[in-house]
């Protein structure tokens, strides 16, 4: 497809062998605010929807918040195949990146006003926003450093932007507790909105520095046309996604497939978009393409169990540091913490609440509807009432404030990891790059592990858990993560054929978005987990077998990028 070129950019000075290019500091401080408010927004919103309406939350049930989390992940991850796709063809970075930001900051704010149109109305502008703004401004600094007196510095040019994410990731959930607990929900998501606006001006301002970023390449002759791509997968995906909808009617099947019916609809939209990539595997002429992409897709499907325990920190562990883990400190930290606002209040005052069972299941009437009654906050619900505070109110470290750890673990051990496998690269025993993923893939299972003896060492109905096992599991997850996630897109980058290298970005996008909504989709059913050890038991069992199938096909992968690149 003809393609427009967009105009030669002013490449901003940057004296060979002196330092970074500009651009990088003002892309680092856009993506630290934009990360700011995605990791504030997903901090708080699952606390918010099972937050009751009394106290200005939506009042769900765990099934129907874990729904709609699942369902959210997924399409934020899902979009920026659209986006990358416009921006690359049509719109060019900067501008596709503005829109992007424009969308999020609108959707955060929408989220601040009450009622459910609002909310859903902001979470489809957050959706799309992300789809411009996330692959755009990678692709930015990426063009930056393909300049050949920059290329040397480009593995240390992305360190540096994934500490302005981690930074960003580690601050919004203070952010976030603070203003939840003196002003509302509305403030905090406010807040996430005031964050993008200020990475918007700061991009904005400096667009001379990033313009280097800015240049598309011509089209190749036989690259895969827009409408031939929303033709064979998209469209497809969206009549497979009204299928799953409303397969589960009377007339149909009656009931569904997956929990509920958005996991239906979105499950069954991934079957023909999964198809497209077989196809883009099976239908390639030329064998050394055949081989990058046969092993780029098999290191894609390993790879769905990562991210899978990865969005556990918004799902399953937001739960449990919410629900399971004993989250009172002592006097002297409490008087510590009160000026951050880092502690919540809850109170034994009976709030509307999901009737349960003797194992913390809720309890439906004969038509299948969920039994609400009057009941103390959800953290009393398992904790014994000899237990309860005499004055009916317990200060407790905010839920949110856990999302931090794992940010506050990446920028603390990413140095200490990176050292290690320098040193072992001078004595010639450093890993290759795919058993570096099975590694993180074991580590990320090792993670759960530890939860799997939380659950089973404490009687999880009568007692609440140490935080200790959340700051461990975080730990060992983090170590994973840095062996998995930078190393994705570079892995994308060097095994792709150069006609399909977008739509295999847009490949990954869809591995995250399908894990998300498997994380969803596991966390509908945690009240069906009486014993709660059993369902971290199934990550610590898909990261076992993940882990080996990785490690017996690492060597063919390596053999695979070192044809292509001439490196590991």
């Given at each position: ?12 000075p ?18 630290m ?10 901090g708080i ?15 769900f049930?765990?099934t ?15 979009s920026?195949?659209?986006?990358g796709l416009?921006a ?12 992007g930001?424009i969308?999020l900051?609108?959707?955060?704010f929408s989220l601040?006003f ?15 926003g ?31 932007f ?9 601050i ?8 939840r607990?003196?002003?509302?929900w509305g403030?905090a998501?406010?807040?996430a909105?005031i964050?993008m606006l ?6 904005a ?6 313009a280097?970023g800015?240049?598309r390449?011509?089209p190749?002759?036989?690259?895969m046309?827009?409408?031939k791509?929303?033709?064979?997968a ?7 996604a009204?299928?799953?909808?409303f ?9 569904t ?5 958005s ?5 069954f939209?991934c ?6 990539y077989?196809r883009?595997?099976?239908?390639s002429?030329?064998?050394?393409d055949?081989?990058g992409?046969?092993?780029l897709?098999?290191?894609?499907a390993?790879a ?21 883990t004993h989250r ?12 951050l ?6 109170t034994?005052?009976?709030h509307?609440?999901?009737q ?11 038509n299948g509807?969920?039994?609400?009654v009057?009941g103390?906050d ?11 505070p ?18 506050f673990f990446?920028v ?14 001078k ?6 790059t795919p ?8 580590l990320?299972?090792?993670s ?10 404490t ?14 599991t975080?730990?060992v997850?983090?170590v994973?993560e840095?062996?998995?996630s ?5 892995m994308v980058?060097?095994?792709?054929p ?7 970005m ?7 978005a399908?894990?998300?909504k ?11 987990f009486?014993?709660k050890s059993t ?10 077998i993940?882990g ?5 096909i690492?060597?063919?992968?390596a053999?695979v990028v070192?044809d292509?690149?001439?490196s590991?």
């Amino acid at each position: 497809m003809t393609q427009t070129a967009v105009e030669q950019p002013v490449i901003s000075p940057s004296p060979k062998g002196k330092g970074h290019h500009k651009g990088l500091y003002v892309l680092f401080f856009t993506e630290m605010w934009e990360r700011f408010g995605y990791y504030l927004m997903i901090g708080i919103f699952f606390l918010y929807l099972i937050d009751p309406s009394s106290n200005g939350g939506k009042g769900f049930d765990t099934t129907k918040a874990a729904d709609l989390v699942g369902s959210y992940i997924a399409l934020v991850y899902l979009s920026p195949f659209i986006g990358g796709l416009l921006a690359d063809r049509y719109l060019g970075y900067r501008r596709a990146v503005i829109l992007g930001g424009i969308l999020l900051a609108a959707g955060y704010f929408s989220l601040a006003f009450p009622g459910d149109m609002a909310m859903y109305g902001g979470l489809g502008l957050i959706i799309i926003g992300n789809g411009f703004f996330k692959p755009n401004i990678g692709t930015i600094l990426g063009n930056i450093y393909n300049r050949e007196d920059l290329r040397a510095k480009k593995d240390v040019a992305y360190n540096i932007f994934y500490m302005g994410v981690n930074i960003g990731a580690f601050i919004c959930n203070f952010v976030a507790a603070y203003l939840r607990n003196h002003y509302g929900w509305g403030h905090a998501f406010a807040a996430a909105g005031i964050g993008m606006l200020i990475g918007l001006v700061i991009f904005a301002t400096n667009q001379k520095v990033i313009a280097a970023g800015d240049v598309r390449k011509e089209p190749s002759p036989d690259e895969m046309s827009t409408g031939k791509i929303l033709g064979s997968a998209l469209l497809p995906a969206v009549i497979a996604a009204a299928i799953g909808y409303f397969i589960s009617s009377p007339n149909l099947l009656g009931h569904t497939l997956f929990g509920t019916k958005s996991n239906d609809a979105f499950l069954f939209a991934c079957v023909p978009i999964i198809i497209f990539y077989i196809r883009l595997f099976t239908t390639s002429k030329q064998q050394e393409d055949k081989r990058g992409l046969g092993a780029l897709l098999a290191f894609f499907a390993v790879a769905i169990v990562f991210w899978v325990i990865y969005n556990q920190n918004s799902t399953g562990l937001t739960i449990w540091a919410d629900q399971y883990t004993h989250r009172q400190i002592s006097p002297a930290m409490e008087k510590a913490s009160q000026p951050l606002g880092m502690l919540q209040t809850v109170t034994t005052e009976p709030h509307t609440v999901t009737q349960i069972d003797e194992h913390f299941r809720a309890i439906k009437d004969a038509n299948g509807q969920t039994i609400e009654v009057q009941g103390a906050d959800p953290y009393f619900q398992n904790l014994p009432k000899d237990k309860w505070p005499q004055d009916g109110k317990l200060k407790l470290i905010s839920t949110e404030i856990f999302q931090s750890i794992n940010p506050f673990f990446i920028v603390a051990f990413s140095l200490i990891v990176v050292g290690l496998f320098g040193w072992l690269a001078k004595r010639g025993k450093e890993p290759n790059t795919p058993v570096k993923i099975a590694l993180g893939i074991f580590l990320a299972g090792t993670s759960s592990l530890l939860m799997v003896f939380a659950a089973s060492m404490t009687n999880v109905y009568i007692d609440k858990t140490s935080m200790a096992w959340l700051f461990g599991t975080y730990a060992v997850f983090t170590v994973g993560e840095i062996l998995v996630s930078p190393i994705g897109l570079s892995m994308v980058s060097k095994l792709s054929p150069p006609r399909v290298t977008a739509l295999m970005m847009g490949g990954w996008y869809l591995v995250n978005a399908i894990a998300g909504k498997v994380a969803g989709l596991m966390a509908t059913f945690w009240d069906s987990f009486t014993n709660k050890s059993t369902y971290f038991l199934i990550l610590v069992i898909s990261a076992a077998i993940a882990g080996v199938a990785m490690l017996m096909i690492s060597k063919w992968i390596a053999k695979v990028v070192k044809d292509k690149t001439g490196s590991y």
